[in-house]
């Protein structure tokens, strides 16, 4: 089997390394790929954004499987494109990806489907909007949310009327995000820690990954700006084998039949991002791909064919039993670059991924890294995921900041309590779960 794998950050690396050690795959291309890609496979350039290209590439490689890392691909209708050629693709249609690209056709979708979430309302109007965020219906902290993909910023917790109303005004009348703020969703705020269920499915089956919490924070102690993700472990310790029992039975089930009953069934990743409330969990949002960093930790986790149940999630023959979780323990680190999330710094030569990955347990994945004149250097704001396997958290920990101490580039940042929650945060009320 040849596969395919678009994008060009961590989780890609990651999707290569894992795809490739599966025995019937006999090769792996990545577009446009990155520096870490390129030492074990071939790398080709391509504009994602062109689903005609992206065609055009896997027919000329024969891929016999695409793999799509980002959302940006899918809500241009890569999927729909592959569909009515014939080709196998992992990801959902256009329609599908609203589930990720529009919350408020999410936060529609699970009203209609009884799915648990926050109680909210859907405003396109800015009076309308500041009305909801008056604190009558919610309270406070209330939630602002741009209905569109907003590079991860789109999401405002309010705790007071005026930070809430500042919020709906930057969205619709300064369109901060663009066109992504032209409606808003309005929301309670729920409280409980926050875990991410992977899950694939064929838009009938559906086969559960693995569990991880990631750390969306730039400091420690959870403050500062909000990131893409400055690391993530895996599996979650919240999440008992009947917890995810539930979340499959009471989320991610109507998700997947919800998505076919309305004519737009559903194949591909489900990243479901919960809260675990004091009334049980609650889902935050959806994604339509996997996440990243924490594709760096479940990905490793996985066992068996994971490429062949891929390929039968893309052609409908999704059946459970063909991949298993390992009972080993991940914490992957993100070393990101100075003024990561603002502005990052970027062109700073890259020391000691060799040592690195000479730890034992770690697993190296490049992000933001390009190779200029033989030389490595950083070229985005999430650099690399320093990723740490053992039998215990403690572990995992240990060995990815073991490595991640090794490596060295001029402005280098990264969280020291990456993992800590999982080995303290056990907090919840389990008698409700
Ligand atoms: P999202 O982009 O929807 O994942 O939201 C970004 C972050 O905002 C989430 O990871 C949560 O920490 C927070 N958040 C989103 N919705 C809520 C909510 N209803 N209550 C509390 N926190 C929320
Ligand atoms: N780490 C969050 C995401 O991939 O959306």
């Not at 009327?161 to 300064?174: H, S, Y």
């Not at 899950?199 to 959870?222: M, N, Y």
């Amino acid at each position: 089997m040849k596969v395919l794998v678009l994008g060009s950050g961590g989780r890609e690396h990651a999707l290569t390394w894992r795809l490739s050690r599966d025995p019937e795959v006999t090769g792996v291309v990545a577009a446009p790929g990155n520096p870490g890609i390129a030492r074990a496979h071939r790398c080709l350039p391509l504009d994602l954004n062109t689903p005609a290209d992206v065609l055009g590439l896997a027919e000329r490689e024969r891929a016999d499987l695409t793999v799509v890392g980002p959302e940006a691909p899918l809500e241009r209708g890569v999927a729909d494109l592959f569909r009515a050629a014939g080709r196998a693709i992992v990801g959902p249609s256009r329609e599908g990806a609203a589930l990720e690209c529009s919350k408020a056709y999410a936060k529609a979708f699970m009203q209609r489907h009884d799915i648990p979430t926050a109680r909210f309302v859907i405003c396109d109007r800015v009076d309308d909007a500041l009305r909801a965020v008056g604190g009558r219906e919610f309270g406070f902290p209330v939630v602002v949310k741009a209905d569109g993909l907003a590079g991860g910023k789109g999401v405002t917790v309010a705790t007071d009327r005026a930070e809430a109303e500042a919020a709906v005004r930057a969205a619709m009348l300064d369109r901060q995000f663009g066109s992504a703020g032209a409606s808003l969703v309005i929301e309670e705020c729920l409280t409980g820690p926050e875990v991410s269920v992977f899950v694939l499915t064929d838009g009938r089956e559906i086969v559960p990954l693995s569990t991880a919490q990631d750390h969306k924070r730039i400091w420690d102690g959870d403050r500062g700006p909000n990131t893409g993700g400055m690391g993530a472990f895996a599996p979650s310790p919240l999440m008992a084998p009947q917890m995810i029992a539930d979340v499959i039975q009471r989320i991610a089930r109507p998700v997947v039949d919800g998505m076919r009953a309305d004519g737009r069934p559903y194949q591909g990743f489900l990243y479901i991002s919960l809260m675990l409330t004091p009334h049980g969990p609650k889902v935050i949002e959806f994604n339509v791909r996997f996440g990243d960093p924490e594709a760096q930790v479940v990905l490793p986790l996985v066992e068996g064919r994971l490429a062949q149940t891929l390929l039968d999630s893309a052609t409908g023959r999704l059946t459970a039993g063909q991949v298993s979780e390992s009972t080993d323990r991940l914490a992957g680190v993100v070393l990101a670059a100075r003024n990561y999330p603002a502005q990052p710094e970027t062109g700073h030569e890259i020391h000691g991924l060799d040592q690195a990955e000479a730890v034992p347990g770690v697993l190296v994945f490049h992000a933001g890294t390009r190779e200029t004149n033989g030389r490595l250097v950083t070229a985005g704001g999430r650099v690399l995921t320093v990723v740490g396997r053992a039998p215990t958290y403690e572990g995992a920990i240990a060995a990815a900041y073991d490595a991640a101490s090794k490596i060295e580039f001029e402005g280098m940042q990264y969280r020291k309590d990456i993992g800590q929650k999982a080995t303290n945060d056990l907090s919840i009320d389990r008698s409700i779960y």
